[in-house]
């Protein structure tokens, strides 16, 4: 697929969405970048006056500059744009049951600071609060702050997104209705933005990973828990209530495990990485063995090199998160499914069981296929994903239409 031939990047031509056809520009230029003038107007249905205009301005701003010229058989040869990834900077904020992490992200999607604090048992709401304001002190206290123009914080929901609230995460201390926008954007005087984790993934696969072509797609990411962020016509899915995506509360067996959401059966009691541990765990000692020192990546390491155990651990786990992305997918049709987190460490063995699953069981299995391709972004794409957030939220609205 062509990249012009995306619906949701055309630009409008009228004063009034100057702002956004500069947001729009940005965005393509970031994540396409380096691209001619001539092939920005191509995608975006920009006249070639109304794209020099702009991007004279971003030129003039130190955020883009002109780099080498294209290619071409005939004719003049365009300069080439490319952003300037230091010109625009984000303070990046992960938080994940176990620990925090913070650093700065620019606006290619490169970690250019990061650090973590862990979480421990017994947090409290102000005991999490002094550590986030310690780490992100730490992270903010660079030469090039003033290049810093937003917040992007990802989180493990629920979260009420309007709030800007980490409402009740199943499994996440005794922290609940906690307000993390706000004191944020208050103490380095910048916006900050609030997502869910899987979905800052989804953006951050859109915009620096293996999505940037891609018009519909689930990214699934498994760590200590399980979700997906939906993208339809490269707009992220949030939906009615932004809880769009909690592919982990699935019911894969209405009988089964109870679950920390407080229901029974759900995809994560059977599939996140602490589940699969704990299965071996019990196979271990059903069969008397010795056990060892239980971690993914040794489980994954055993796997490969040949432990019956792992090897069947892997299988069931690959199978039942089959089972809930088919759900997903007959109903969305996504275009393909990008599979992430810890999961995606071990990508050669876990993404082609789920390949092979998820084209056995989903609908009409002969007559097309819904290609499995493990995360371009293994291990970081939450993290460089709040740099998305950022420039999805921090330049404007959607781009107007005539």
């Not at 689930?218 to 909690?246: H, M, P």
Request: glycine content about 10%; charged content about 20%.
């Amino acid at each position: 697929m062509k990249f012009s031939e995306l619906s949701a990047l055309r630009g409008v031509n009228i004063q009034q969405g100057k702002q956004s056809n500069k947001a729009l520009l940005l965005k393509i230029i970031a994540t396409q970048g380096p691209i001619s003038r001539v092939k920005l107007s191509e995608i975006t249905h920009l006249t070639k006056m109304t794209i020099s205009n702009l991007v004279n301005e971003y030129i003039n701003d130190g955020i883009i500059y002109e780099k080498g010229i294209e290619e071409a058989s005939t004719g003049r040869k365009p300069l080439l744009l490319q952003v300037v990834p230091d010109s625009l900077l984000t303070l990046g904020v992960y938080i994940s049951r176990d620990y925090i992490q913070a650093g700065i992200v620019d606006l290619k999607g490169a970690s250019l600071r990061n650090e973590r604090i862990h979480l421990s048992a017994s947090e409290t709401e102000e005991s999490f609060i002094r550590k986030l304001f310690m780490l992100t002190d730490s992270v903010f206290n660079i030469d090039r702050k003033a290049n810093i123009w937003g917040i992007g914080i990802a989180s493990i929901g629920p979260l009420n997104i309007s709030e800007g609230t980490i409402l009740n995460p199943p499994n996440f201390h005794n922290i609940k209705d906690l307000d993390i926008v706000k004191p944020l954007s208050e103490r380095y005087g910048i916006p900050a933005y609030l997502e869910n984790d899987m979905n800052v993934s989804a953006l951050a696969e859109m915009y620096f990973g293996s999505g940037q072509k891609v018009n519909n797609f689930i990214y699934v990411g498994i760590t200590s828990g399980i979700g997906a962020g939906i993208v339809i016509d490269r707009k992220l899915y949030n939906g009615s209530r932004g809880f769009g995506g909690e592919i982990g509360h699935i019911t894969v067996d209405i009988n089964g495990n109870e679950c920390g959401c407080g229901n029974r059966g759900c995809l994560e009691t059977y599939a996140d990485i602490p589940a699969v541990l704990q299965w071996v765990k019990e196979e271990y000692i059903k069969q008397n063995l010795d056990l060892p020192e239980l971690s993914w990546l040794w489980l994954i390491d055993a796997a490969k090199t040949g432990n019956e155990i792992c090897r069947k651990a892997v299988e069931r786990q690959c199978r039942y998160l089959a089972a809930a992305i088919v759900t997903a997918a007959n109903l969305i049709d996504p275009e393909c499914i990008f599979i992430g987190g810890e999961i995606g460490l071990a990508s050669d063995l876990t993404v082609s069981f789920i390949d092979q699953y998820v084209n056995q069981y989903k609908f009409s299995p002969n007559t097309f296929r819904i290609p499995v391709y493990p995360s371009g972004l293994p291990g970081g794409a939450t993290f460089v994903g709040t740099a998305a957030l950022v420039l999805e939220r921090n330049l404007g609205k959607e781009p107007q239409h005539d």
